[in-house]
Every structure is written in C-alpha cells, then in structure tokens.
C-alpha cells in the first residue's frame, strides 16, 4: 500500500451517519457507513446505506492520482449518479470537491469539508451555481465510529 494510502487508515471502519438538513427529521434511523480496504490495498472503498427515502444507497472507491498528486473519489449511487471528487485527507479535515463535468454535466459545483476528531466526523456539503464564488450550505453530515 502507498504512503498516501495509508493516510486514510484513520477512517477505516464502521461508523453511523446522521444527517441534518431540512428533509432529515431528528428521529430518523441512522445510516451505515463502511470505510475497508480492497484486497491487495490498491484502493479504499466506502458503501453506505441510508433508511431514509430522500438520501441515496452508494459506494465510493478511493484511490491515489499520482498525475495530479491527490486522491480521486469515485462516486456511484442508487439514484444512477455517477461523480467524481477531488479528494483530500490530512491533519483530520477531509475533503471533497466537484469542479469539472464528468459522467454528468456540472449543473452545480460540489463540496465537502468534514472533520475528524476521535471517532467522531462532523461535516457539511456546500454547491455552487456559479462559478464557484458563491457556496451556499446544502446539509451536514455526522458520523459516530461504531466499530
């Protein structure tokens, strides 16, 4: 595995996630979120399921893009999405970002910025309906380490 990798050990694992957003009520069943390696350690694949008809089933793999010098996250959903994201991951903040069409145009620009502390991440998405100069909050995520 590389060293750029192995970065994302700390996120390695099963963890809930709990959204808060307008379509989210508070008692909404949690989702599951599984980080875990693919065999050989090439890539880092994330699957999640979600009980809320509003919020995609998915699964991302995780790779380095030496080229670029950054992680690549490519996105598939329940929905027939199809993304990808520029990827960061360092001192706890993990990011995320949509800049370029891909599978899809870009209707809008895209980004995360989630922070680790422990076993817990907190983070929100933003989108852009420009050209990126004006964010506006679109939902948090939270997520709680569980195994």
Do not use: C, K
Request: glycine content about 10%.
């Amino acid at each position: 595995m590389s060293d750029e990798l192995q970065r994302l050990e700390p996120l390695v694992g099963t963890w809930s996630m709990q959204a808060v957003a307008p379509w989210a009520a508070p008692d909404d069943p949690r989702g599951r979120l599984v980080f875990e390696w693919l065999p050989g350690g090439g890539f880092l694949v994330q699957r999640w399921e979600v009980p809320v008809p509003e919020a995609p089933n998915g699964v991302a793999v995780i790779g380095w893009h030496a080229d670029r010098g950054t992680f690549l996250q490519h996105y598939f959903d329940s929905r027939g999405v199809a993304r990808i994201y520029r990827m960061g991951f360092a001192d706890g903040l993990w990011t995320l970002d949509r800049d370029e069409a891909d599978f899809s145009p870009l209707d809008f620009r895209q980004r995360w910025r989630g922070t680790l502390d422990g076993d817990t991440i907190v983070g929100s998405w933003e989108m852009s309906h420009d050209d990126g100069t004006t964010w506006e909050h679109d939902f948090e995520l939270r997520y709680q380490r569980i195994g």
